[in-house]
Protein backbone atom coordinates (compact mmCIF):
# COMPACT_ATOMS: atom_id res chain seq x y z
CA UNK A 1 0.00 0.00 0.00
CA UNK A 2 1.13 3.54 -0.15
CA UNK A 3 1.68 5.64 2.71
CA UNK A 4 0.48 8.81 4.02
CA UNK A 5 3.51 10.48 2.85
CA UNK A 6 3.66 9.41 -0.55
CA UNK A 7 -0.32 10.01 -0.68
CA UNK A 8 0.17 13.66 0.26
CA UNK A 9 3.29 14.02 -1.91
CA UNK A 10 1.32 13.10 -4.47
CA UNK A 11 -1.51 15.23 -3.65
CA UNK A 12 0.99 18.13 -3.96
CA UNK A 13 2.27 17.25 -7.42
CA UNK A 14 -0.67 16.72 -9.57
CA UNK A 15 -4.02 18.48 -8.06
CA UNK A 16 -2.30 21.99 -8.24
CA UNK A 17 -1.31 21.02 -12.02
CA UNK A 18 -5.21 19.60 -12.75
CA UNK A 19 -6.70 22.95 -11.13
CA UNK A 20 -4.37 24.81 -13.92
CA UNK A 21 -5.02 22.77 -16.47
CA UNK A 22 -8.66 22.98 -15.98
CA UNK A 23 -9.11 26.84 -15.53
CA UNK A 24 -6.32 27.32 -18.18
CA UNK A 25 -5.14 30.20 -16.30
CA UNK A 26 -1.99 31.81 -17.43
CA UNK A 27 1.65 30.31 -16.22
CA UNK A 28 3.11 32.71 -14.17
CA UNK A 29 6.88 33.41 -12.87
CA UNK A 30 5.80 36.32 -14.03
CA UNK A 31 4.22 33.22 -16.59
CA UNK A 32 5.91 30.30 -15.17
CA UNK A 33 3.91 28.22 -12.36
CA UNK A 34 6.04 27.37 -9.12
CA UNK A 35 6.26 24.29 -7.70
CA UNK A 36 8.79 23.45 -4.71
CA UNK A 37 9.51 19.98 -4.23
CA UNK A 38 11.54 18.81 -1.04
CA UNK A 39 11.72 15.19 0.30
CA UNK A 40 8.55 13.97 -1.76
CA UNK A 41 9.37 11.06 -4.12
CA UNK A 42 9.88 11.60 -7.80
CA UNK A 43 6.45 11.16 -9.54
CA UNK A 44 6.65 11.87 -13.61
CA UNK A 45 4.48 14.69 -14.81
CA UNK A 46 3.04 12.19 -17.61
CA UNK A 47 2.44 8.92 -16.36
CA UNK A 48 3.71 6.24 -18.33
CA UNK A 49 1.45 4.12 -17.77
CA UNK A 50 -1.15 6.36 -19.92
CA UNK A 51 0.54 8.00 -22.83
CA UNK A 52 -0.81 11.31 -23.74
CA UNK A 53 -1.04 12.28 -27.67
CA UNK A 54 2.48 14.71 -27.17
CA UNK A 55 4.56 11.68 -25.76
CA UNK A 56 3.45 9.09 -28.68
CA UNK A 57 4.25 11.95 -30.94
CA UNK A 58 7.92 12.34 -29.92
CA UNK A 59 7.89 9.02 -29.71
CA UNK A 60 6.94 8.26 -33.66
CA UNK A 61 9.48 11.57 -34.57
CA UNK A 62 12.50 10.16 -32.65
CA UNK A 63 11.59 6.64 -34.24
CA UNK A 64 11.59 8.06 -37.42
CA UNK A 65 15.19 9.60 -36.60
CA UNK A 66 16.37 6.51 -34.80
CA UNK A 67 16.31 4.71 -38.07
CA UNK A 68 18.02 7.23 -40.17
CA UNK A 69 20.86 7.26 -37.51
CA UNK A 70 21.56 3.40 -36.62
CA UNK A 71 24.59 2.49 -34.12
CA UNK A 72 27.66 2.38 -36.00
CA UNK A 73 30.20 1.12 -33.04
CA UNK A 74 33.88 1.00 -33.96
CA UNK A 75 37.04 -0.91 -33.23
CA UNK A 76 39.65 1.34 -34.82
CA UNK A 77 39.59 4.95 -36.41
CA UNK A 78 41.07 3.53 -39.34
CA UNK A 79 37.34 1.40 -39.68
CA UNK A 80 35.86 5.17 -39.86
CA UNK A 81 35.18 6.89 -43.23
CA UNK A 82 37.62 9.08 -44.59
CA UNK A 83 37.27 11.99 -46.95
CA UNK A 84 40.48 11.56 -48.19
CA UNK A 85 40.11 7.66 -49.75
CA UNK A 86 35.93 8.06 -50.83
CA UNK A 87 35.81 8.32 -54.15
CA UNK A 88 33.64 11.32 -56.18
CA UNK A 89 32.76 10.04 -59.53
CA UNK A 90 30.94 12.55 -62.00
CA UNK A 91 28.14 10.77 -64.15
CA UNK A 92 28.27 11.13 -67.44
CA UNK A 93 31.22 14.05 -67.72
CA UNK A 94 30.65 16.73 -70.14
CA UNK A 95 33.30 19.23 -71.26
CA UNK A 96 30.58 21.77 -71.08
CA UNK A 97 27.51 21.65 -69.62
CA UNK A 98 23.79 23.70 -70.00
CA UNK A 99 22.53 26.17 -67.11
CA UNK A 100 19.13 24.25 -65.90
CA UNK A 101 21.01 20.43 -66.18
CA UNK A 102 21.11 18.70 -63.55
CA UNK A 103 25.09 16.99 -62.63
CA UNK A 104 24.91 13.78 -60.70
CA UNK A 105 28.08 12.75 -58.81
CA UNK A 106 28.59 9.33 -57.41
CA UNK A 107 30.36 9.34 -54.11
CA UNK A 108 31.80 5.62 -52.79
CA UNK A 109 32.60 5.74 -49.27
CA UNK A 110 36.21 4.01 -48.28
CA UNK A 111 37.60 3.71 -44.73
CA UNK A 112 41.18 4.40 -43.86
CA UNK A 113 42.40 1.53 -44.97
CA UNK A 114 40.43 2.11 -48.79
CA UNK A 115 38.03 -0.59 -47.14
CA UNK A 116 34.61 0.13 -49.02
CA UNK A 117 32.24 0.96 -46.50
CA UNK A 118 29.18 -1.54 -46.48
CA UNK A 119 26.60 1.27 -44.50
CA UNK A 120 25.49 4.82 -45.14
CA UNK A 121 25.32 7.42 -42.66
CA UNK A 122 27.58 9.43 -42.90
CA UNK A 123 26.70 13.35 -42.86
CA UNK A 124 27.70 15.22 -46.01
CA UNK A 125 26.98 18.87 -46.90
CA UNK A 126 27.42 19.37 -51.10
CA UNK A 127 27.61 23.03 -52.32
CA UNK A 128 28.50 24.71 -55.90
CA UNK A 129 30.28 27.56 -56.04
CA UNK A 130 31.51 30.40 -58.43
CA UNK A 131 33.21 32.84 -55.64
CA UNK A 132 34.11 36.20 -58.47
CA UNK A 133 30.27 36.09 -59.34
CA UNK A 134 29.10 35.29 -55.72
CA UNK A 135 27.01 32.60 -56.92
CA UNK A 136 26.75 29.78 -54.24
CA UNK A 137 24.05 26.45 -53.72
CA UNK A 138 23.64 23.59 -52.38
CA UNK A 139 23.50 19.83 -53.52
CA UNK A 140 20.51 17.48 -53.06
CA UNK A 141 22.41 13.90 -51.08
CA UNK A 142 20.50 10.83 -51.38
CA UNK A 143 21.99 7.88 -48.82
CA UNK A 144 21.88 4.51 -50.37
CA UNK A 145 22.44 3.08 -47.12
CA UNK A 146 25.29 0.52 -48.72
CA UNK A 147 28.09 3.18 -48.53
CA UNK A 148 27.07 4.91 -51.88
CA UNK A 149 25.78 8.17 -52.41
CA UNK A 150 24.02 10.01 -55.27
CA UNK A 151 24.93 14.23 -54.91
CA UNK A 152 23.20 16.20 -57.42
CA UNK A 153 23.60 19.47 -58.70
CA UNK A 154 21.04 21.79 -60.11
CA UNK A 155 23.31 23.83 -62.73
CA UNK A 156 21.58 27.67 -61.78
CA UNK A 157 24.16 29.95 -63.62
CA UNK A 158 26.89 29.86 -66.06
CA UNK A 159 30.66 29.97 -65.79
CA UNK A 160 32.96 28.49 -63.91
CA UNK A 161 31.50 26.77 -61.08
CA UNK A 162 33.84 24.65 -58.27
CA UNK A 163 32.09 21.61 -56.85
CA UNK A 164 32.48 20.71 -53.05
CA UNK A 165 30.98 17.67 -51.49
CA UNK A 166 32.26 18.05 -47.64
CA UNK A 167 32.38 15.15 -45.18
CA UNK A 168 31.06 16.77 -42.34
CA UNK A 169 31.15 13.30 -40.05
CA UNK A 170 31.30 10.03 -40.59
CA UNK A 171 28.64 7.56 -40.06
CA UNK A 172 30.57 5.99 -36.76
CA UNK A 173 30.81 9.98 -35.86
CA UNK A 174 27.35 10.84 -36.58
CA UNK A 175 26.45 7.72 -33.97
CA UNK A 176 28.49 8.61 -31.39
CA UNK A 177 26.80 12.00 -31.19
CA UNK A 178 23.36 10.74 -31.18
CA UNK A 179 23.84 8.25 -28.75
CA UNK A 180 25.67 11.31 -26.99
CA UNK A 181 23.07 13.67 -26.96
CA UNK A 182 19.94 11.95 -25.92
CA UNK A 183 22.23 10.51 -22.83
CA UNK A 184 22.12 13.42 -20.67
CA UNK A 185 20.97 16.78 -20.22
CA UNK A 186 23.90 18.02 -18.02
CA UNK A 187 26.59 19.09 -20.47
CA UNK A 188 25.12 23.18 -20.04
CA UNK A 189 24.61 24.42 -16.10
CA UNK A 190 22.58 27.27 -15.27
CA UNK A 191 23.34 30.22 -12.81
CA UNK A 192 20.15 31.07 -11.28
CA UNK A 193 20.60 34.56 -9.89
CA UNK A 194 17.78 35.23 -6.78
CA UNK A 195 17.69 38.72 -5.16
CA UNK A 196 15.06 39.02 -1.79
CA UNK A 197 15.59 42.33 -0.04
CA UNK A 198 18.92 42.66 0.97
CA UNK A 199 19.74 38.62 0.14
CA UNK A 200 21.55 38.13 -3.31
CA UNK A 201 22.23 34.75 -4.38
CA UNK A 202 23.02 31.86 -6.90
CA UNK A 203 21.92 28.58 -7.05
CA UNK A 204 22.21 25.73 -10.30
CA UNK A 205 19.70 25.51 -12.48
CA UNK A 206 18.49 23.09 -15.58
CA UNK A 207 15.91 21.05 -17.36
CA UNK A 208 16.62 17.93 -15.30
CA UNK A 209 18.29 18.24 -11.85
CA UNK A 210 19.13 14.86 -9.79
CA UNK A 211 19.46 16.65 -6.55
CA UNK A 212 18.25 15.42 -3.31
CA UNK A 213 17.86 19.34 -1.73
CA UNK A 214 14.78 21.65 -2.48
CA UNK A 215 14.29 22.60 -5.83
CA UNK A 216 11.91 25.30 -7.17
CA UNK A 217 10.39 23.86 -10.46
CA UNK A 218 9.29 26.38 -12.98
CA UNK A 219 6.20 24.61 -14.81
CA UNK A 220 4.49 25.72 -18.27
CA UNK A 221 1.05 23.38 -16.66
CA UNK A 222 -0.33 23.98 -19.90
CA UNK A 223 2.35 21.73 -22.10
CA UNK A 224 4.17 20.32 -19.08
CA UNK A 225 7.33 21.65 -19.46
CA UNK A 226 9.33 22.63 -16.49
CA UNK A 227 12.93 23.91 -15.19
CA UNK A 228 14.17 23.48 -12.06
CA UNK A 229 16.79 25.82 -9.57
CA UNK A 230 17.78 24.88 -6.51
CA UNK A 231 15.92 26.40 -3.79
CA UNK A 232 18.28 28.82 -1.87
CA UNK A 233 17.44 29.01 1.78
CA UNK A 234 14.92 31.38 2.95
CA UNK A 235 14.65 32.90 -0.47
CA UNK A 236 11.25 32.30 -2.64
CA UNK A 237 11.25 30.68 -5.33
CA UNK A 238 9.58 33.49 -7.25
CA UNK A 239 12.60 35.85 -6.32
CA UNK A 240 14.71 34.68 -9.49
CA UNK A 241 15.67 37.48 -11.45
CA UNK A 242 18.44 36.69 -13.67
CA UNK A 243 20.23 33.93 -15.30
CA UNK A 244 23.55 32.37 -17.14
CA UNK A 245 24.77 29.06 -18.38
CA UNK A 246 27.84 27.05 -18.97
CA UNK A 247 29.97 24.59 -19.75
CA UNK A 248 30.53 22.23 -17.72
CA UNK A 249 33.40 19.85 -18.14
CA UNK A 250 31.14 16.67 -18.91
CA UNK A 251 31.42 14.27 -22.21
CA UNK A 252 29.42 11.40 -23.49
CA UNK A 253 31.87 10.44 -25.79
CA UNK A 254 34.64 7.66 -25.41
CA UNK A 255 37.91 9.10 -25.97
CA UNK A 256 38.58 7.26 -29.62
CA UNK A 257 35.33 8.73 -30.21
CA UNK A 258 36.51 12.24 -29.78
CA UNK A 259 39.29 12.00 -31.94
CA UNK A 260 36.52 12.31 -35.16
CA UNK A 261 36.02 15.45 -33.61
CA UNK A 262 38.94 16.94 -34.10
CA UNK A 263 39.33 20.10 -36.10
CA UNK A 264 40.96 18.26 -38.70
CA UNK A 265 38.58 15.60 -39.22
CA UNK A 266 35.40 18.29 -39.81
CA UNK A 267 34.50 19.35 -42.65
CA UNK A 268 37.26 17.00 -45.03
CA UNK A 269 36.71 17.69 -48.87
CA UNK A 270 35.92 14.72 -50.82
CA UNK A 271 36.01 15.90 -54.08
CA UNK A 272 39.52 16.39 -54.57
CA UNK A 273 41.66 19.18 -57.41
CA UNK A 274 39.54 17.72 -60.08
CA UNK A 275 36.42 19.82 -58.92
CA UNK A 276 35.20 22.70 -61.41
CA UNK A 277 33.24 22.16 -63.97
CA UNK A 278 32.39 25.16 -67.13
CA UNK A 279 28.38 25.77 -67.26
CA UNK A 280 26.98 27.69 -70.39
CA UNK A 281 23.52 29.30 -71.47
CA UNK A 282 23.08 26.76 -74.33
CA UNK A 283 20.80 29.54 -75.54
CA UNK A 284 18.01 27.25 -73.75
CA UNK A 285 14.96 29.29 -73.17
CA UNK A 286 14.47 30.34 -69.37
CA UNK A 287 11.09 29.16 -68.02
CA UNK A 288 8.95 31.93 -66.45
CA UNK A 289 8.28 31.62 -62.80
CA UNK A 290 5.65 33.01 -60.63
CA UNK A 291 6.03 35.17 -57.94
CA UNK A 292 6.32 33.83 -54.59
CA UNK A 293 3.45 33.81 -52.38
CA UNK A 294 2.69 32.28 -49.08
CA UNK A 295 2.52 28.63 -48.68
CA UNK A 296 4.16 27.73 -52.08
CA UNK A 297 5.61 24.59 -52.12
CA UNK A 298 9.83 24.34 -52.45
CA UNK A 299 11.75 22.14 -54.64
CA UNK A 300 15.62 20.86 -53.16
CA UNK A 301 17.42 23.00 -53.14
CA UNK A 302 15.16 25.97 -52.18
CA UNK A 303 17.12 28.35 -54.93
CA UNK A 304 20.83 30.10 -55.17
CA UNK A 305 22.58 32.97 -54.45
CA UNK A 306 23.33 34.82 -57.23
CA UNK A 307 25.95 38.62 -56.59
CA UNK A 308 24.67 38.09 -53.05
CA UNK A 309 20.81 38.08 -53.59
CA UNK A 310 18.80 34.85 -52.97
CA UNK A 311 16.79 33.47 -56.23
CA UNK A 312 14.40 31.00 -55.04
CA UNK A 313 14.45 27.71 -57.73
CA UNK A 314 10.35 27.50 -57.66
CA UNK A 315 9.17 31.21 -58.16
CA UNK A 316 10.54 34.69 -58.45
CA UNK A 317 11.07 37.40 -55.69
CA UNK A 318 9.43 40.52 -56.82
CA UNK A 319 11.10 43.96 -55.99
CA UNK A 320 8.96 44.35 -52.53
CA UNK A 321 9.52 49.03 -50.67
CA UNK A 322 9.56 47.38 -47.31
CA UNK A 323 7.66 50.17 -45.75
CA UNK A 324 4.87 49.90 -47.95
CA UNK A 325 4.56 46.10 -47.11
CA UNK A 326 4.52 46.65 -43.34
CA UNK A 327 2.60 49.30 -42.95
CA UNK A 328 -0.30 49.04 -40.71
CA UNK A 329 1.01 45.44 -40.25
CA UNK A 330 1.72 44.09 -36.29
CA UNK A 331 4.65 41.76 -36.58
CA UNK A 332 5.84 39.28 -33.91
CA UNK A 333 9.41 37.78 -34.10
CA UNK A 334 9.71 35.33 -31.40
CA UNK A 335 12.50 33.13 -30.88
CA UNK A 336 16.71 33.13 -30.49
CA UNK A 337 19.00 35.81 -31.37
CA UNK A 338 18.95 35.02 -35.38
CA UNK A 339 15.43 35.97 -35.09
CA UNK A 340 16.93 39.34 -33.22
CA UNK A 341 18.98 39.96 -36.17
CA UNK A 342 15.89 40.71 -38.09
CA UNK A 343 14.43 43.20 -35.63
CA UNK A 344 18.14 45.08 -35.70
CA UNK A 345 17.54 45.16 -39.73
CA UNK A 346 14.27 46.81 -39.86
CA UNK A 347 15.31 49.11 -37.54
CA UNK A 348 18.55 49.76 -39.55
CA UNK A 349 16.47 49.97 -42.93
CA UNK A 350 13.42 52.03 -41.82
CA UNK A 351 14.46 55.25 -40.44
CA UNK A 352 11.10 55.86 -39.15
CA UNK A 353 11.18 53.33 -36.64
CA UNK A 354 10.89 54.09 -33.03
CA UNK A 355 11.85 51.80 -30.45
CA UNK A 356 10.03 51.88 -27.54
CA UNK A 357 11.55 51.56 -24.31
CA UNK A 358 10.24 48.46 -22.25
CA UNK A 359 12.34 49.12 -19.36
CA UNK A 360 14.28 45.61 -19.64
CA UNK A 361 17.78 45.30 -19.95
CA UNK A 362 20.83 43.09 -21.77
CA UNK A 363 20.82 41.93 -24.73
CA UNK A 364 17.82 39.12 -24.81
CA UNK A 365 15.85 41.90 -23.75
CA UNK A 366 12.12 42.39 -25.05
CA UNK A 367 12.30 44.81 -28.33
CA UNK A 368 9.89 47.08 -29.80
CA UNK A 369 9.62 49.15 -32.39
CA UNK A 370 6.84 51.52 -34.06
CA UNK A 371 5.96 53.67 -36.86
CA UNK A 372 3.03 55.65 -35.42
CA UNK A 373 2.16 57.29 -39.14
CA UNK A 374 2.07 54.00 -41.30
CA UNK A 375 0.87 52.16 -38.17
CA UNK A 376 4.04 49.61 -38.24
CA UNK A 377 4.35 47.80 -34.94
CA UNK A 378 7.10 45.20 -34.83
CA UNK A 379 8.57 43.08 -31.59
CA UNK A 380 10.95 40.84 -30.91
CA UNK A 381 10.93 38.33 -27.43
CA UNK A 382 12.85 35.43 -27.12
CA UNK A 383 11.59 32.08 -26.41
CA UNK A 384 11.81 30.19 -23.20
CA UNK A 385 13.50 27.70 -21.34
CA UNK A 386 16.77 26.62 -22.28
CA UNK A 387 18.65 29.90 -23.23
CA UNK A 388 22.72 29.80 -23.90
CA UNK A 389 24.92 32.10 -23.03
CA UNK A 390 27.33 33.67 -20.92
CA UNK A 391 25.84 37.04 -20.57
CA UNK A 392 23.44 37.54 -17.86
CA UNK A 393 19.71 37.79 -18.96
CA UNK A 394 16.39 38.41 -17.43
CA UNK A 395 14.27 36.10 -16.65
CA UNK A 396 11.83 38.11 -14.69
CA UNK A 397 9.82 38.31 -18.65
CA UNK A 398 10.54 34.86 -20.36
CA UNK A 399 7.40 32.87 -21.03
CA UNK A 400 7.19 29.82 -23.88
CA UNK A 401 6.32 30.89 -27.35
CA UNK A 402 3.25 28.99 -27.58
CA UNK A 403 2.13 31.00 -24.71
CA UNK A 404 2.89 34.50 -26.92
CA UNK A 405 1.27 33.07 -29.90
CA UNK A 406 -1.76 32.07 -27.11
CA UNK A 407 -2.71 35.86 -26.42
CA UNK A 408 -2.35 37.23 -29.69
CA UNK A 409 -5.55 37.71 -31.07
CA UNK A 410 -4.65 37.50 -35.00
CA UNK A 411 -6.10 38.74 -38.05
CA UNK A 412 -5.05 39.35 -41.82
CA UNK A 413 -2.57 42.37 -40.86
CA UNK A 414 -1.01 40.15 -37.83
CA UNK A 415 2.01 38.19 -38.78
CA UNK A 416 4.16 36.07 -36.42
CA UNK A 417 7.49 35.02 -37.49
CA UNK A 418 9.10 32.61 -35.43
CA UNK A 419 12.41 29.93 -34.94
CA UNK A 420 13.81 27.67 -32.69
CA UNK A 421 16.92 25.29 -32.78
CA UNK A 422 20.61 26.93 -32.11
CA UNK A 423 19.76 26.86 -27.79
CA UNK A 424 18.40 23.83 -27.89
CA UNK A 425 21.24 21.47 -29.65
CA UNK A 426 23.07 20.59 -26.48
CA UNK A 427 20.04 18.73 -24.83
CA UNK A 428 18.19 15.80 -25.51
CA UNK A 429 16.26 15.99 -28.88
CA UNK A 430 12.73 15.03 -27.17
CA UNK A 431 13.46 18.41 -25.36
CA UNK A 432 13.06 20.20 -28.53
CA UNK A 433 10.63 18.23 -30.37
CA UNK A 434 8.65 18.91 -27.26
CA UNK A 435 8.71 22.66 -27.64
CA UNK A 436 8.05 22.91 -31.49
CA UNK A 437 4.69 20.59 -30.41
CA UNK A 438 3.73 22.95 -28.21
CA UNK A 439 4.40 25.93 -30.81
CA UNK A 440 2.50 23.89 -33.22
CA UNK A 441 -0.41 22.86 -31.04
CA UNK A 442 -0.35 27.25 -30.42
CA UNK A 443 -0.56 27.99 -33.77
CA UNK A 444 -3.83 25.51 -34.19
CA UNK A 445 -5.62 27.46 -32.20
CA UNK A 446 -4.78 30.83 -33.43
CA UNK A 447 -5.26 29.55 -37.23
CA UNK A 448 -8.87 28.22 -35.59
CA UNK A 449 -9.68 31.33 -34.14
CA UNK A 450 -7.91 34.13 -37.01
CA UNK A 451 -7.21 31.81 -39.69
CA UNK A 452 -6.24 35.25 -41.56
CA UNK A 453 -3.20 35.31 -39.46
CA UNK A 454 -0.08 34.72 -41.33
CA UNK A 455 2.54 32.47 -39.52
CA UNK A 456 6.11 31.74 -40.97
CA UNK A 457 8.77 29.63 -39.80
CA UNK A 458 12.24 30.62 -40.12
CA UNK A 459 14.17 27.39 -39.94
CA UNK A 460 17.36 26.94 -38.25
CA UNK A 461 20.97 27.59 -39.86
CA UNK A 462 24.29 26.34 -40.17
CA UNK A 463 27.19 27.85 -37.42
CA UNK A 464 30.83 27.13 -36.66
CA UNK A 465 33.07 24.04 -37.32
CA UNK A 466 35.29 24.61 -34.42
CA UNK A 467 32.50 24.97 -31.55
CA UNK A 468 32.55 21.72 -29.41
CA UNK A 469 30.80 19.20 -31.88
CA UNK A 470 29.76 17.38 -28.70
CA UNK A 471 27.29 20.31 -28.22
CA UNK A 472 26.63 22.26 -31.70
CA UNK A 473 27.52 20.21 -34.23
CA UNK A 474 24.98 20.81 -37.35
CA UNK A 475 24.31 17.36 -37.15
CA UNK A 476 22.35 18.38 -33.73
CA UNK A 477 20.96 21.13 -36.03
CA UNK A 478 20.02 19.08 -39.45
CA UNK A 479 18.15 17.08 -37.12
CA UNK A 480 15.95 19.59 -35.63
CA UNK A 481 15.63 20.48 -39.17
CA UNK A 482 14.08 17.45 -40.42
CA UNK A 483 11.87 17.49 -36.80
CA UNK A 484 10.61 21.07 -37.57
CA UNK A 485 9.90 20.15 -41.28
CA UNK A 486 7.93 17.34 -40.23
CA UNK A 487 5.91 18.81 -37.35
CA UNK A 488 4.55 21.75 -39.18
CA UNK A 489 3.72 20.38 -42.70
CA UNK A 490 0.35 20.14 -41.64
CA UNK A 491 0.34 23.75 -40.93
CA UNK A 492 -0.65 26.87 -43.12
CA UNK A 493 2.62 28.13 -42.49
CA UNK A 494 5.29 29.89 -44.48
CA UNK A 495 8.79 28.30 -44.74
CA UNK A 496 12.11 30.54 -45.11
CA UNK A 497 15.00 28.04 -45.16
CA UNK A 498 17.56 29.29 -43.35
CA UNK A 499 19.47 25.66 -43.30
CA UNK A 500 19.16 25.38 -47.16
CA UNK A 501 20.22 29.55 -47.42
CA UNK A 502 23.35 29.75 -45.03
CA UNK A 503 24.62 26.05 -46.99
CA UNK A 504 23.83 28.13 -50.33
CA UNK A 505 25.47 31.07 -49.01
CA UNK A 506 28.92 29.33 -47.52
CA UNK A 507 28.65 31.05 -44.18
CA UNK A 508 29.39 29.14 -41.35
CA UNK A 509 28.34 31.47 -38.77
CA UNK A 510 25.37 31.17 -35.81
CA UNK A 511 24.66 34.89 -37.09
CA UNK A 512 24.78 35.27 -40.19
CA UNK A 513 25.99 37.82 -42.35
CA UNK A 514 23.28 40.84 -43.54
CA UNK A 515 23.44 39.86 -46.94
CA UNK A 516 21.30 36.62 -45.78
CA UNK A 517 18.91 38.13 -42.92
CA UNK A 518 18.33 40.62 -46.02
CA UNK A 519 17.42 37.39 -48.41
CA UNK A 520 15.49 36.11 -45.57
CA UNK A 521 13.38 39.14 -45.16
CA UNK A 522 13.14 39.47 -48.80
CA UNK A 523 11.42 36.03 -49.05
CA UNK A 524 9.22 37.17 -45.89
CA UNK A 525 8.12 40.59 -47.14
CA UNK A 526 7.15 38.47 -50.69
CA UNK A 527 5.00 35.51 -48.59
CA UNK A 528 3.02 38.98 -46.83
CA UNK A 529 2.52 40.88 -49.64
Known amino acids: MLNANFFLCSLFYFLPIQLWAVFKLPASFNQWDLIMKSSCPKVPLNPSVSPTETELRIREILEKLNKQIPPRPFAHLNNTTSATHSIATILNPQDTYC ?48 GTYLVSFTLFWEGQVSLSILLMHPSEGVSALWRARNQGYDRIIFSGHFVSGASQVHTDCALVLNSSVELCQYLDAQDQEAFYCVKPPNVPCAAITHMHSKNKDISYLSQQERSLFERSNIAVEIMGKSNVISVSKCNKAVPVKKKCKFGMASAIPTGHVWKNTWNPASCSLAPIKMKDCLRGKLVHLMGDSTMRQWMEYFKSKINTLRPVDLHETGRLQHQLAV ?46 VFSLGQHFRPFPIDVFIRRALSVHRALQRLLLRSPDTLVVLKTENTRELNNDMERFSDFHGYTQYLALKNIFQDLRVGVIDAWDMTVAYGTNDVHPPEEVVRSEINIFLNYIC
Open 99 to 146: VGDQLDILVEARDHLRNRKGYGGDFLRARMSSPALKAGASGKVTDFNN
Open 371 to 416: DLDEKINIQWQKHGFPLIGSLVYSVKEIENTARIIDRIGGEKNTVI
